[in-house]
Nanobody, 126 residues
Framework: QLQASGGGLVQDGGSLRLSCTVSGRTASTYVKGWFRQAPGKEREFVAAFRRRGGTSTYYSDYVKGRFAISVDNAKNSVDLQMNSLKPEDTAVYYC????????????????????WGQGTLVTVSS
């Protein structure tokens, strides 16, 4: 129900745009996020979009100011625009969502998300 795409090989300082198509029941969830996992490391939070009253976006300190998350309701997708990429951004990127009404302190935790896409590999060369 979540299909991620857009990964690839890019040089240091380059840009990529990831897209995650959300279908079925998961299209109506209130929180959608992106996580990443580098080889030998735990999965970590990248960005999240929450629709609760208004809308809110959240970013990890590592990507703040370089990445931007957006939701396109017409396309049922959640995108991640990644600019000024660095070699340390190399990882498999996963989109995720949940039917749970997450509070702010929860949106960064992978364990709070129920549904995951298959991941797309981003490689940044130096």
């Amino acid at each position: 129900q979540l299909q991620a795409s857009g990964g690839g090989l890019v040089q240091d300082g380059g840009s990529l745009r990831l897209s995650c198509t959300v279908s079925g029941r998961t299209a109506s969830t209130y929180v959608k996020g992106w996580f990443r996992q580098a080889p030998g490391k735990e999965r970590e939070f990248v960005a999240a979009f929450r629709r609760r009253g208004g809308t809110s976006t959240y970013y990890s300190d590592y990507v703040k100011g370089r990445f931007a998350i957006s939701v396109d309701n017409a396309k049922n997708s959640v995108d991640l625009q990644m600019n000024s990429l660095k070699p340390e951004d190399t990882a498999v990127y996963y989109c995720a969502t949940t039917f749970r009404g997450l509070i702010t302190s929860q949106v960064r935790s992978p364990s709070e998300y129920e549904f995951w896409g298959q991941g797309t590999l981003v490689t940044v060369s130096s």
